[in-house]
Protein backbone atom coordinates (compact mmCIF):
# COMPACT_ATOMS: atom_id res chain seq x y z
CA UNK A 1 0.00 0.00 0.00
CA UNK A 2 1.34 3.55 -0.79
CA UNK A 3 1.88 5.51 1.77
CA UNK A 4 -0.57 8.69 1.87
CA UNK A 5 2.78 10.99 2.62
CA UNK A 6 5.86 11.49 3.91
CA UNK A 7 7.70 13.87 6.48
CA UNK A 8 7.85 17.16 5.31
CA UNK A 9 11.07 17.87 3.66
CA UNK A 10 14.08 19.59 5.31
CA UNK A 11 12.33 17.67 8.63
CA UNK A 12 13.97 14.42 10.54
CA UNK A 13 12.34 12.18 13.05
CA UNK A 14 14.06 10.77 16.05
CA UNK A 15 13.36 7.36 15.94
CA UNK A 16 13.26 5.52 19.48
CA UNK A 17 16.66 3.07 18.89
CA UNK A 18 18.31 7.24 18.55
CA UNK A 19 16.24 8.84 21.04
CA UNK A 20 18.48 8.30 24.02
CA UNK A 21 21.31 9.89 21.99
CA UNK A 22 19.10 13.07 22.19
CA UNK A 23 18.13 13.04 25.33
CA UNK A 24 21.57 12.80 26.86
CA UNK A 25 22.76 15.63 24.74
CA UNK A 26 19.94 17.81 25.61
CA UNK A 27 19.92 17.25 28.87
CA UNK A 28 23.95 17.39 29.70
CA UNK A 29 23.56 20.92 27.71
CA UNK A 30 20.74 21.71 30.41
CA UNK A 31 23.09 20.46 33.23
CA UNK A 32 26.29 22.16 32.54
CA UNK A 33 24.74 25.74 31.95
CA UNK A 34 22.68 25.11 35.02
CA UNK A 35 26.26 24.61 36.88
CA UNK A 36 26.94 28.16 35.14
CA UNK A 37 23.74 29.69 36.82
CA UNK A 38 21.48 29.56 33.60
CA UNK A 39 18.09 28.53 34.56
CA UNK A 40 15.75 27.14 32.20
CA UNK A 41 12.94 29.33 29.96
CA UNK A 42 10.77 27.79 27.83
CA UNK A 43 8.56 30.09 25.41
CA UNK A 44 6.04 29.52 22.50
CA UNK A 45 7.38 27.89 19.20
CA UNK A 46 5.42 31.22 17.17
CA UNK A 47 5.27 34.49 18.06
CA UNK A 48 3.88 37.80 16.44
CA UNK A 49 5.95 37.98 13.40
CA UNK A 50 6.82 41.86 13.87
CA UNK A 51 9.27 40.17 17.09
CA UNK A 52 11.68 38.35 14.38
CA UNK A 53 10.92 41.03 12.02
CA UNK A 54 12.51 43.16 14.70
CA UNK A 55 14.78 41.79 16.26
CA UNK A 56 16.65 39.44 13.90
CA UNK A 57 16.41 42.28 11.37
CA UNK A 58 14.79 42.68 8.28
CA UNK A 59 17.60 42.96 5.89
CA UNK A 60 18.45 39.08 7.28
CA UNK A 61 18.42 35.92 5.19
CA UNK A 62 16.39 34.77 8.04
CA UNK A 63 13.93 37.59 7.64
CA UNK A 64 13.76 38.07 4.15
CA UNK A 65 13.27 34.50 2.67
CA UNK A 66 13.57 31.88 5.46
CA UNK A 67 10.85 32.28 7.98
CA UNK A 68 7.65 29.96 7.89
CA UNK A 69 4.91 33.69 8.64
CA UNK A 70 1.28 32.67 7.97
CA UNK A 71 -2.28 34.40 9.10
CA UNK A 72 -4.01 32.62 11.93
CA UNK A 73 -7.44 32.22 11.51
CA UNK A 74 -7.87 35.30 13.67
CA UNK A 75 -5.54 37.14 10.23
CA UNK A 76 -2.83 37.78 12.78
CA UNK A 77 0.52 37.33 11.41
CA UNK A 78 2.51 34.51 12.77
CA UNK A 79 6.18 33.26 12.72
CA UNK A 80 7.74 29.90 13.62
CA UNK A 81 10.54 31.03 15.84
CA UNK A 82 13.76 31.18 13.36
CA UNK A 83 15.69 31.07 16.44
CA UNK A 84 15.26 31.80 20.62
CA UNK A 85 16.80 34.52 21.19
CA UNK A 86 13.94 36.90 20.38
CA UNK A 87 11.04 35.02 22.32
CA UNK A 88 13.21 34.90 24.93
CA UNK A 89 14.18 38.64 25.09
CA UNK A 90 10.42 39.16 24.69
CA UNK A 91 9.30 37.13 27.94
CA UNK A 92 12.38 38.63 29.96
CA UNK A 93 10.43 41.90 28.91
CA UNK A 94 6.94 40.83 29.16
CA UNK A 95 7.15 39.13 32.76
CA UNK A 96 9.76 42.17 34.02
CA UNK A 97 12.59 39.40 34.83
CA UNK A 98 14.65 42.52 34.64
CA UNK A 99 13.61 43.89 38.06
CA UNK A 100 14.88 40.79 39.10
CA UNK A 101 18.31 39.98 40.60
CA UNK A 102 20.71 40.92 36.99
CA UNK A 103 22.42 39.10 35.76
CA UNK A 104 19.38 37.34 34.69
CA UNK A 105 20.41 33.81 33.05
CA UNK A 106 18.14 31.64 30.73
CA UNK A 107 18.66 28.56 29.16
CA UNK A 108 16.84 26.78 26.28
CA UNK A 109 16.69 23.98 24.29
CA UNK A 110 13.64 24.54 20.95
CA UNK A 111 12.92 23.52 18.01
CA UNK A 112 13.28 26.72 15.37
CA UNK A 113 12.17 26.60 11.72
CA UNK A 114 13.75 28.52 8.83
CA UNK A 115 12.91 27.90 4.94
CA UNK A 116 16.18 26.94 3.68
CA UNK A 117 17.68 24.56 1.17
CA UNK A 118 17.89 21.28 2.89
CA UNK A 119 21.50 19.48 3.08
CA UNK A 120 23.69 17.69 5.96
CA UNK A 121 23.26 19.96 8.72
CA UNK A 122 20.73 22.27 7.17
CA UNK A 123 17.37 21.50 8.00
CA UNK A 124 13.76 23.69 7.66
CA UNK A 125 12.95 22.39 11.38
CA UNK A 126 16.15 22.21 13.49
CA UNK A 127 16.80 22.26 17.61
CA UNK A 128 19.02 24.98 19.03
CA UNK A 129 20.67 25.12 22.85
CA UNK A 130 20.81 28.32 23.75
CA UNK A 131 21.70 30.84 26.39
CA UNK A 132 21.03 34.38 27.21
CA UNK A 133 22.31 37.06 30.24
CA UNK A 134 20.82 39.78 30.53
CA UNK A 135 22.17 42.90 32.84
CA UNK A 136 25.74 43.05 31.93
CA UNK A 137 28.09 44.96 29.89
CA UNK A 138 31.10 43.49 31.51
CA UNK A 139 33.44 41.78 29.09
CA UNK A 140 33.87 38.72 31.74
CA UNK A 141 30.20 37.74 30.56
CA UNK A 142 31.40 37.33 27.20
CA UNK A 143 33.95 35.15 28.43
CA UNK A 144 31.71 33.18 30.49
CA UNK A 145 29.30 32.14 28.11
CA UNK A 146 31.95 31.18 25.86
CA UNK A 147 33.64 29.04 28.75
CA UNK A 148 30.24 27.20 28.87
CA UNK A 149 30.08 26.37 25.06
CA UNK A 150 33.70 25.40 25.31
CA UNK A 151 33.23 22.97 28.47
CA UNK A 152 29.89 21.29 26.80
CA UNK A 153 32.32 20.36 23.55
CA UNK A 154 35.13 19.28 26.05
CA UNK A 155 32.48 17.02 28.42
CA UNK A 156 30.81 15.47 25.09
CA UNK A 157 35.29 15.00 24.14
CA UNK A 158 34.78 17.33 20.67
CA UNK A 159 38.08 17.97 20.50
CA UNK A 160 37.95 19.07 16.20
CA UNK A 161 36.34 22.42 16.89
CA UNK A 162 38.40 25.51 17.27
CA UNK A 163 37.38 28.89 18.58
CA UNK A 164 37.03 32.18 16.48
CA UNK A 165 35.88 35.66 17.80
CA UNK A 166 35.92 39.34 16.66
CA UNK A 167 33.80 42.38 17.80
CA UNK A 168 31.74 44.24 15.39
CA UNK A 169 31.68 47.13 17.93
CA UNK A 170 28.89 49.46 18.62
CA UNK A 171 26.78 51.44 16.24
CA UNK A 172 28.95 54.49 16.50
CA UNK A 173 32.07 52.75 15.32
CA UNK A 174 30.07 50.58 12.55
CA UNK A 175 29.11 54.25 11.19
CA UNK A 176 32.37 54.62 9.72
CA UNK A 177 32.84 51.09 9.06
CA UNK A 178 29.88 50.67 6.67
CA UNK A 179 30.88 53.80 4.68
CA UNK A 180 34.50 51.77 4.28
CA UNK A 181 32.67 49.12 3.30
CA UNK A 182 30.14 50.64 0.62
CA UNK A 183 33.03 52.44 -1.09
CA UNK A 184 34.86 49.07 -1.29
CA UNK A 185 31.93 46.83 -2.56
CA UNK A 186 30.82 49.49 -4.87
CA UNK A 187 34.44 49.15 -6.36
CA UNK A 188 33.45 45.61 -7.30
CA UNK A 189 29.82 46.24 -7.54
CA UNK A 190 29.71 44.55 -10.76
CA UNK A 191 31.04 41.30 -9.81
CA UNK A 192 28.66 41.04 -6.02
CA UNK A 193 25.58 38.46 -6.79
CA UNK A 194 22.73 40.19 -6.86
CA UNK A 195 21.58 39.83 -3.46
CA UNK A 196 24.75 41.52 -2.27
CA UNK A 197 24.06 44.19 -4.72
CA UNK A 198 20.61 45.19 -2.66
CA UNK A 199 22.95 44.68 0.56
CA UNK A 200 24.81 47.24 -0.51
CA UNK A 201 22.27 50.19 0.46
CA UNK A 202 20.68 48.11 3.13
CA UNK A 203 23.22 47.20 5.12
CA UNK A 204 27.32 45.80 3.67
CA UNK A 205 27.77 44.05 6.83
CA UNK A 206 25.80 41.15 5.40
CA UNK A 207 27.50 40.62 2.19
CA UNK A 208 30.21 39.56 4.67
CA UNK A 209 28.01 36.32 5.82
CA UNK A 210 27.36 35.89 1.61
CA UNK A 211 27.71 32.36 0.85
CA UNK A 212 28.32 32.26 -2.97
CA UNK A 213 31.94 31.42 -3.45
CA UNK A 214 32.41 34.50 -5.62
CA UNK A 215 31.36 36.93 -2.99
CA UNK A 216 33.64 35.33 -0.15
CA UNK A 217 36.43 36.08 -2.87
CA UNK A 218 35.63 39.30 -2.93
CA UNK A 219 35.21 39.51 1.05
CA UNK A 220 38.73 38.79 1.52
CA UNK A 221 40.35 41.88 0.41
CA UNK A 222 37.37 44.26 1.96
CA UNK A 223 38.00 46.20 4.94
CA UNK A 224 38.05 44.79 8.27
CA UNK A 225 35.88 46.20 10.93
CA UNK A 226 38.63 45.60 14.02
CA UNK A 227 40.39 48.72 12.18
CA UNK A 228 37.54 50.97 12.93
CA UNK A 229 36.61 50.42 16.72
CA UNK A 230 36.29 52.77 18.81
CA UNK A 231 38.43 52.77 22.22
CA UNK A 232 35.63 51.53 24.26
CA UNK A 233 35.00 48.79 22.01
CA UNK A 234 38.53 47.91 21.79
CA UNK A 235 39.52 48.02 25.56
CA UNK A 236 36.04 46.09 25.86
CA UNK A 237 37.48 43.01 23.22
CA UNK A 238 41.00 43.26 24.40
CA UNK A 239 39.33 42.58 27.96
CA UNK A 240 37.53 39.61 26.61
CA UNK A 241 40.31 38.11 25.35
CA UNK A 242 42.02 38.40 28.76
CA UNK A 243 39.79 36.39 30.57
CA UNK A 244 39.81 34.16 27.98
CA UNK A 245 43.63 33.65 28.60
CA UNK A 246 42.88 33.25 32.21
CA UNK A 247 40.56 30.68 31.09
CA UNK A 248 43.34 28.84 28.59
CA UNK A 249 40.35 29.15 26.29
CA UNK A 250 42.35 28.82 22.88
CA UNK A 251 40.41 31.07 20.03
CA UNK A 252 41.80 33.53 16.60
CA UNK A 253 40.65 36.13 16.28
CA UNK A 254 38.97 36.55 12.62
CA UNK A 255 37.78 39.54 11.99
CA UNK A 256 35.32 38.57 8.81
CA UNK A 257 32.64 37.19 11.42
CA UNK A 258 29.73 39.30 11.61
CA UNK A 259 27.11 36.81 12.18
CA UNK A 260 23.70 36.15 10.53
CA UNK A 261 21.46 38.26 12.96
CA UNK A 262 21.19 42.03 12.82
CA UNK A 263 21.01 42.37 16.59
CA UNK A 264 24.85 41.69 17.44
CA UNK A 265 27.28 44.29 18.67
CA UNK A 266 30.52 43.96 20.08
CA UNK A 267 31.56 40.50 20.57
CA UNK A 268 30.98 37.69 18.21
CA UNK A 269 31.84 34.37 18.16
CA UNK A 270 32.05 31.09 16.63
CA UNK A 271 32.93 27.28 17.37
CA UNK A 272 33.34 25.91 13.99
CA UNK A 273 34.87 22.38 13.33
CA UNK A 274 36.18 21.21 9.50
CA UNK A 275 34.95 17.11 10.34
CA UNK A 276 31.31 18.53 9.46
CA UNK A 277 31.62 19.82 5.56
CA UNK A 278 30.76 22.79 4.54
CA UNK A 279 27.69 23.70 7.61
CA UNK A 280 30.92 23.35 9.87
CA UNK A 281 29.29 26.38 12.30
CA UNK A 282 27.85 24.42 15.25
CA UNK A 283 27.74 27.32 17.74
CA UNK A 284 27.24 31.05 17.11
CA UNK A 285 26.26 34.22 19.57
CA UNK A 286 27.40 37.12 20.98
CA UNK A 287 26.48 40.56 22.28
CA UNK A 288 23.11 42.32 21.19
CA UNK A 289 23.46 45.59 23.91
CA UNK A 290 20.96 46.98 21.61
CA UNK A 291 17.95 44.72 21.39
CA UNK A 292 15.95 44.70 24.83
CA UNK A 293 16.05 48.99 23.99
CA UNK A 294 14.68 47.98 20.32
CA UNK A 295 11.81 45.70 22.09
CA UNK A 296 10.84 48.42 24.16
CA UNK A 297 12.53 48.00 27.17
CA UNK A 298 15.15 50.13 29.33
CA UNK A 299 19.04 50.16 27.80
CA UNK A 300 19.63 46.74 29.32
CA UNK A 301 23.26 44.93 27.94
CA UNK A 302 22.90 41.20 27.07
CA UNK A 303 24.60 38.83 25.27
CA UNK A 304 23.88 35.05 24.48
CA UNK A 305 25.06 31.82 22.15
CA UNK A 306 22.93 28.96 20.09
CA UNK A 307 24.31 25.67 19.12
CA UNK A 308 22.66 23.67 16.52
CA UNK A 309 21.82 20.21 17.93
CA UNK A 310 21.82 18.18 14.84
CA UNK A 311 25.35 19.68 13.84
CA UNK A 312 26.45 18.96 17.14
CA UNK A 313 25.27 15.50 16.86
CA UNK A 314 26.39 14.96 13.36
CA UNK A 315 29.85 16.06 14.79
CA UNK A 316 29.92 13.67 17.68
CA UNK A 317 29.33 10.84 14.87
CA UNK A 318 31.85 12.00 12.75
CA UNK A 319 34.37 11.96 15.09
CA UNK A 320 33.09 8.34 16.49
CA UNK A 321 32.15 9.72 19.79
CA UNK A 322 30.92 7.01 21.69
CA UNK A 323 27.71 8.44 24.10
CA UNK A 324 25.92 6.23 26.29
CA UNK A 325 23.81 3.20 25.55
CA UNK A 326 20.05 3.51 25.69
CA UNK A 327 19.65 2.01 29.43
CA UNK A 328 18.21 -1.56 29.14
CA UNK A 329 15.20 -3.51 30.36
CA UNK A 330 16.38 -4.80 33.49
CA UNK A 331 14.07 -7.83 33.83
CA UNK A 332 11.80 -9.44 31.44
CA UNK A 333 9.35 -11.67 33.46
CA UNK A 334 8.04 -14.51 31.32
CA UNK A 335 5.44 -17.16 32.33
CA UNK A 336 3.43 -19.97 31.23
CA UNK A 337 -0.47 -19.67 32.00
CA UNK A 338 -2.21 -17.23 32.60
CA UNK A 339 -2.08 -17.30 36.98
CA UNK A 340 1.60 -16.99 36.16
CA UNK A 341 0.75 -14.12 33.88
CA UNK A 342 -1.19 -12.26 36.62
CA UNK A 343 1.78 -12.59 39.13
CA UNK A 344 4.25 -11.14 36.40
CA UNK A 345 1.76 -8.22 35.67
CA UNK A 346 2.04 -7.80 39.46
CA UNK A 347 6.04 -8.11 39.87
CA UNK A 348 6.57 -6.12 36.55
CA UNK A 349 4.63 -3.21 38.42
CA UNK A 350 6.54 -3.85 41.51
CA UNK A 351 9.64 -3.60 39.99
CA UNK A 352 8.46 -0.01 37.60
CA UNK A 353 7.64 1.43 41.21
CA UNK A 354 11.09 0.74 42.74
CA UNK A 355 12.53 3.05 39.34
CA UNK A 356 13.59 -0.36 37.61
CA UNK A 357 12.58 -1.32 33.77
CA UNK A 358 10.91 -4.09 33.90
CA UNK A 359 8.74 -5.97 31.01
CA UNK A 360 6.60 -8.54 30.64
CA UNK A 361 4.56 -10.92 27.85
CA UNK A 362 1.74 -8.43 26.37
CA UNK A 363 1.20 -10.59 23.88
CA UNK A 364 0.07 -13.79 24.54
CA UNK A 365 3.68 -15.47 23.31
CA UNK A 366 4.88 -19.21 23.80
CA UNK A 367 7.69 -19.28 26.43
CA UNK A 368 10.60 -19.69 23.61
CA UNK A 369 9.28 -16.70 21.92
CA UNK A 370 8.95 -14.60 24.86
CA UNK A 371 12.68 -15.68 25.76
CA UNK A 372 13.64 -14.12 22.05
CA UNK A 373 11.78 -11.20 22.77
CA UNK A 374 13.76 -10.33 25.98
CA UNK A 375 17.06 -11.07 24.25
CA UNK A 376 15.58 -8.53 21.76
CA UNK A 377 15.67 -6.04 24.28
CA UNK A 378 18.40 -6.70 25.90
CA UNK A 379 17.16 -7.80 28.78
CA UNK A 380 20.09 -8.05 31.75
CA UNK A 381 17.77 -10.61 33.89
CA UNK A 382 14.56 -12.73 33.34
CA UNK A 383 12.39 -14.52 35.81
CA UNK A 384 10.18 -17.14 33.89
CA UNK A 385 7.07 -17.92 36.57
CA UNK A 386 5.24 -21.22 36.18
CA UNK A 387 2.60 -22.39 38.59
CA UNK A 388 5.16 -24.48 40.38
CA UNK A 389 6.76 -21.35 41.26
CA UNK A 390 3.56 -19.37 42.52
CA UNK A 391 3.30 -22.81 44.79
CA UNK A 392 7.02 -22.87 45.87
CA UNK A 393 6.54 -19.00 46.47
CA UNK A 394 9.93 -18.38 44.68
CA UNK A 395 11.39 -17.72 41.08
CA UNK A 396 14.53 -18.53 39.54
CA UNK A 397 16.07 -15.22 38.39
CA UNK A 398 18.93 -15.25 35.22
CA UNK A 399 21.46 -12.81 35.17
CA UNK A 400 21.83 -12.98 30.98
CA UNK A 401 25.14 -11.60 31.21
CA UNK A 402 26.83 -13.96 33.47
CA UNK A 403 24.30 -16.98 33.31
CA UNK A 404 24.22 -16.86 37.08
CA UNK A 405 20.74 -17.98 38.21
CA UNK A 406 19.37 -17.13 42.07
CA UNK A 407 16.34 -18.14 43.13
CA UNK A 408 14.53 -15.03 44.87
CA UNK A 409 11.53 -15.17 46.72
CA UNK A 410 8.40 -13.46 45.13
CA UNK A 411 7.70 -11.63 48.31
CA UNK A 412 9.24 -8.35 48.70
CA UNK A 413 10.68 -9.13 45.12
CA UNK A 414 11.58 -6.12 43.70
CA UNK A 415 13.37 -4.81 46.81
CA UNK A 416 15.79 -8.58 46.50
CA UNK A 417 16.27 -7.97 42.93
CA UNK A 418 17.28 -4.28 43.32
CA UNK A 419 19.65 -5.49 46.03
CA UNK A 420 20.55 -8.32 43.60
CA UNK A 421 21.54 -6.03 40.45
CA UNK A 422 23.22 -3.30 42.14
CA UNK A 423 25.41 -6.37 43.54
CA UNK A 424 25.33 -7.39 39.95
CA UNK A 425 26.49 -3.84 38.71
CA UNK A 426 29.05 -3.65 41.00
CA UNK A 427 30.75 -6.39 39.99
CA UNK A 428 30.56 -5.44 36.40
CA UNK A 429 32.01 -2.03 36.89
CA UNK A 430 34.55 -3.63 38.64
CA UNK A 431 35.39 -6.01 35.91
CA UNK A 432 35.58 -2.91 33.44
CA UNK A 433 38.06 -0.99 35.73
CA UNK A 434 40.31 -4.19 35.96
CA UNK A 435 40.17 -3.92 32.11
CA UNK A 436 42.00 -0.95 32.62
CA UNK A 437 38.97 1.29 31.12
CA UNK A 438 38.71 3.52 33.89
CA UNK A 439 38.45 6.72 32.46
CA UNK A 440 35.13 5.44 30.71
CA UNK A 441 33.23 4.59 33.75
CA UNK A 442 31.21 7.85 33.57
CA UNK A 443 29.96 6.07 30.11
CA UNK A 444 29.52 2.62 32.10
CA UNK A 445 27.11 4.39 34.38
CA UNK A 446 25.76 6.04 32.21
CA UNK A 447 24.25 3.06 30.63
CA UNK A 448 23.14 1.87 33.99
CA UNK A 449 21.44 4.80 35.27
P1 LIG B 1 24.64 29.44 8.92
O1 LIG B 1 25.69 30.45 8.63
O2 LIG B 1 25.16 28.04 8.93
O3 LIG B 1 23.41 29.62 8.08
P2 LIG B 1 23.44 31.01 10.96
O4 LIG B 1 24.37 32.15 11.08
O5 LIG B 1 22.19 31.18 10.16
O6 LIG B 1 24.20 29.71 10.43
P3 LIG B 1 22.50 31.14 13.69
O7 LIG B 1 21.29 31.85 13.33
O8 LIG B 1 23.55 31.86 14.42
O9 LIG B 1 23.12 30.42 12.40
O10 LIG B 1 22.12 29.81 14.48
C1 LIG B 1 22.99 29.23 15.46
C2 LIG B 1 23.32 27.80 15.11
O11 LIG B 1 22.14 27.08 14.75
C3 LIG B 1 24.21 27.63 13.89
O12 LIG B 1 25.55 27.81 14.25
C4 LIG B 1 23.93 26.20 13.49
O13 LIG B 1 24.65 25.30 14.30
C5 LIG B 1 22.46 26.08 13.80
N1 LIG B 1 21.65 26.27 12.57
C6 LIG B 1 21.30 27.42 11.96
N2 LIG B 1 20.52 27.19 10.89
C7 LIG B 1 20.38 25.84 10.81
C8 LIG B 1 19.66 24.96 9.94
N3 LIG B 1 18.94 25.42 8.93
N4 LIG B 1 19.73 23.62 10.17
C9 LIG B 1 20.46 23.13 11.20
N5 LIG B 1 21.13 23.90 12.07
C10 LIG B 1 21.10 25.25 11.88
MG1 LIG C 1 21.67 30.73 8.19
Do not use: W
Not at 120 to 134: S, T
Not at 256 to 261: E, P, T, W
Amino acid sequence: MALITKAVKGTQDVLPRDSHKNQFIESTVLEIAGEFGFKEIRTPVFEHTELFTRSVGDTTDVVQKEMYTFNDKGGRSVTLRPEGTAGAARAFLEHGLGNEPLPQKVSYVTSCYRYEKPQAGRLREFHQFGVECYGTESPAADAEIISLANEIFGFLGVDRIHLEINSIGCPECRKKYHDALRDYFTSVKDELCEDCRGRLDRNPMRILDCKVPHCRELVKDAPVILDYLCGDCRAHFESVQKYLDAMNIMYDINPKIVRGLDYYTRTVFEFVSDAIGAQGTVCGGGRYDGLIEELGGKHTPALGFAMGLERLMLLLDSLGVELPEAKKCDMFIASIGEKASFKAAELALELRQSGLTAEFDVVGRSLKAQMKYADKLGAQFTAVIGDDDLEAGSVKVKNMKTGEVTELPLKDFADLFMEMSLRAAAAGLQDYIEDGKAVDVSKFLGGLI
